[in-house]
């Protein structure tokens, strides 16, 4: 990303239209060819389906896509995003460091939604709060993965939270100090982790400081109500700094997630924007009938097949190895799901930032070796005819994911023969919970970019990252990202040593990686303001607004 906004797309942008065939700026004209009304609707309100019921409003205590979508429309941090992706000011409305280690934050003049000024104070608050370890952040190892001063003691419980390296000078003026140099900083707290939540609010409730009656927010939309399971109501925020350049006034969030409901009720009128997960075999007759209703656009995510290195079968190298090189990643991405991705042979998406790509040997070999080394592999593992290889394969409730599910249980078995795949299915939260305390074998995993970098991706398979779920643990990994951020490394120098990480994870076989999202969903002609040029998709209903239809 860009530290400030710019009015053209990026280059980024560019890159992934092209790969994905994609228009490179710009929206898409209403389905049919008809034009539509360029005057506000009288009635601002817009419902939108999420895709799953959050598993918590706090941004400190949360990992998820669905929650952050949310969350972002209520409180911001530092900094923000446009609608093409661009880093731009948020409660600071400019920033410094003259060795990007050291870094001043100028704070705006707003308020909280109950009319408290928003201060320097809450951001050291905040920090504070997601690196203690009472809070039991899941993105606790997230200041520390960036270098904030002091992160990893407090993490890990042998300092006190004050001892963190973030300072109020005064109570505009925010001092974050980091203990290596990061030329991406800034970019880095777009994240839902680096929001600030209203200290008097969390000690005053506590764990019920979320509930609509008691949150406290500085983003343009505050919650008006939450039917657990049914929706969540926003209304705007009118105490919020730009609120005269906010229009819709009402959003209703829904937790479908059945894409097939989804759709249903898109054609029904009853949702505006669906979630981003048309299913395979309705994408191309949605096209055909839709038109521009259906938007497409590039999107840094990683779907992925997770292994727990903490039990059996996957504690073994052999066996992570053998399925790896039989998985048929490319009927998978292109005949079953087949909306535009691309196959994965690395983690991060090679259009992020700051990568250099890694082709592994053994992308070209054909099938037929791939196969025949996997069976050689479990064979040394003491897998094979007379004793197959079972385990479970974990993934939550979506019927894209279940397709994909049984098509790679699938697809192994036609491969191998003695493989047999369980499959379980499990409720968004459920399912977090389960991965988090490695009580899987095998999960269906999807990983979005934080922010516009290589680090985003990769860090989370250090071995003390607390989203590292399979629990993949590498001194030699660990070594090579520490060096990314080295005094004196180079831009050049750090993509070779990320390239460098990624084949130590082909390597270990850490993970399977099956493919590079797309992007793709439903949303009506008159939803204005829409773009199709953030590849983080960090989508906000403030910059939309309900035309007449």
Known sequence: ??????????????????????????????????????????????????????????????????????????????????????????????????DNKVWTFKLRDAKWSNG?????????????????????????????????????????????????????????????????????????LIHTSTKPVHRAT????????????????????????????????????????????????????????????????????????SYNDIPTEQFKPLQQEMGSQVKTAPYLCTYYYEFNHTKPPFDNPKVRKALQLSLDRETLTEKVVGRGETVAYQFTPPAAQGMATFTPEWKAWDKAKRIAEAKKLLAEAGYGETRPLSFELLYNTNENHKKNAVAAAALWKEALGFVNVQLVNQEWKTYLDTRRNQRHQMARGGWC???????????????????????????????????????????????????????VLDQDAATIFVYHYTNARLVKPYVAGYSVQDPMDNWQIKNWKILKH
Not at 241 to 246: K, L
């Open 202 to 273: 969390v000690e005053t409730f506590g764990e019920k400081w979320t509930l609509p009656a008691n949150m406290v927010v500085n983003g343009p939309y505050k919650p008006a109500a939450w039917e657990v399971n049914s929706q969540i109501v926003l209304e705007r925020n009118s105490a919020y700094y730009d609120d005269a350049a906010t229009t819709i006034n009402r959003a209703v969030l829904l937790p479908i997630s059945s894409a097939h409901t989804d759709i249903s009720r898109f054609k029904a009128g009853e949702i505006d924007v």
């Open 1 to 98: 990303m860009q530290p400030y906004p710019t009015s053209r797309c990026l280059p980024l942008i560019w890159a992934l239209s092209a790969a994905f065939g994609l228009a490179a700026c710009g929206g898409g004209s209403s389905a049919g060819g008809q034009t539509q009304s360029s005057e506000p609707a009288e009635k601002q309100e817009i419902t939108v389906n999420n895709g799953a019921e959050p598993e918590s409003l706090d941004p400190h205590k949360v990992s998820g896509v669905p929650e952050s979508n949310i969350l972002r429309q209520m409180l911001v941090g530092l900094v923000s995003t446009d609608n093409n992706g661009n880093t731009v000011p948020g409660m600071a409305q400019s920033w410094e460091s003259a």
């Open 116 to 188: 408290d000024p928003v201060s320097a104070e809450d951001f050291v608050y905040s920090m504070r709060r997601v690196a203690d370890p009472a809070t039991a952040s899941p993105y606790a190892s997230y200041l520390a993965d960036v270098k904030v001063a002091g992160a990893e003691p407090v993490i890990n419980g042998k300092a006190k939270p004050d001892t963190l390296g973030v300072k109020a000078l005064d109570g505009k003026t925010l001092q974050i100090t980091l203990t290596e140099p990061v030329p991406y900083f800034p970019d880095v």
């Open 449 to 503: 970019a934080d922010y516009n970098e290589a680090s985003s991706f990769l860090n989370t398979y250090k071995s003390d990252n607390s989203n590292n779920y399979g629990k993949y643990r590498s001194a030699g990994f660990d070594r090579l990202i520490s060096q990314t951020l080295a005094a004196g490394v180079s831009p050049e120098a750090r993509a070779k040593l990320y390239r460098d990480a990624e084949a």
